[in-house]
């Protein structure tokens, strides 16, 4: 049988397109959408191209999220590839999140990945085999002025894979994030703002700044959303140029403006250890 992926948030945007390019190669899919009424227009696109769609919202509990999982391995009996792709940016200075806004922002980009992956790892488990797919963000690696609530979801995001793929290595499960940088979909035009605006001390501030700048590049991305799923289907899969990489790197960097933050990132990171590896090595006790 063809692989089968699972793929959450197939209304728009990567996932919708990730799921296409799947189904073009052959391969089953079974996409998420939250509302499949709102959603008519991806659901027919997918449902047409041979593919199955199951409605999740991934705020749901824990349990639901888990019964969901296993109606959508009932459709063909397991899931080979799962692609954990839900997720939403909430803008704003961080001293501006209420509770409840914070809370959102975490449960579905955190809680959400989290209890579908607990859903579908036994199935990969007893099958001894299996590949997870976590779709985080250039702000998983570098936080940025007025997206810290996003980065801080993704943040935990890539924490929790780096532990899950030491975890599931021995049952030849394996994890892969994505860290996209700006491409362009919709995803800028689904983002808001924390219900408090811009209150006037944040007026004209780096956090202000970030945000007026959210709003000129929608839509004018240079990332190419076709050319991204393109790569992510080679490294899955093996198939392509990219396919190389496959089993090789536990993370795939998407677009130039992601490329040049993660490069500031490990430099930011080997100067701070540098500086501080002489007083770090000095801490153990004399015995």
């Known amino acids: 049988m063809a692989p089968i992926w699972l793929i959450t948030a197939t209304s728009n945007g990567l996932g919708l397109r990730l799921a296409l390019r799947v189904l073009k190669a052959g391969h089953h899919v079974i996409g998420t959408v939250r509302d499949p009424a709102r959603s008519a227009e991806a659901v027919k696109a997918i449902e047409d191209a041979g593919g199955k769609i199951i409605q999740l919202d991934v705020t749901e509990p824990q349990e639901s999220i888990h019964n969901k999982m296993k109606e959508a391995e009932a459709i063909y009996g397991h899931i080979d590839i799962l692609v954990n792709n839900a997720g939403y940016c909430l803008l704003g200075p961080l001293a501006l999140f209420t509770e409840r806004e914070a809370k959102l922002q975490i449960q ?26 976590n779709v985080s963000s250039v702000a998983g690696i570098e936080g940025a002025p007025s997206s810290g609530m996003y980065a801080a979801s993704k943040f935990s995001l890539e924490g929790m894979s780096d ?13 892969l994030l994505v860290e ?21 001390e944040w007026k004209d501030t780096v956090a202000h700044k970030a945000l007026l700048r959210y709003d000129t590049v929608a839509g004018k991305q240079a990332g190419d959303p076709d050319k991204a799923v393109d790569l992510i289907y080679e490294v899955v899969t093996g198939e392509g140029k990219a396919g190389a990489l496959k089993g090789k790197i536990s993370r795939l960097i998407l677009g130039k403006d992601a490329v040049t933050r993660v490069s500031g990132k490990i430099e930011k990171l080997s100067n701070d250890l540098e500086a501080c590896k002489e007083f770090a090595l000095s801490t153990d006790i004399v015995e």
Request: glycine share 14%.
């Open 180 to 200: 996209p940088g700006a491409f362009r979909t919709n995803f800028l035009h689904g983002n808001a703002v924390n219900e408090r605006g811009v209150t006037d």
């Open 108 to 133: 579905t980009n955190f809680f959400g990945p989290l209890f579908v992956i607990q859903g579908i790892v036994p199935g990969m488990q007893k099958r001894r085999s299996g590949i997870i797919v």
């Open 163 to 175: 532990s899950l793929g030491k975890e599931l290595a021995e049952f030849d499960i394996s994890v």
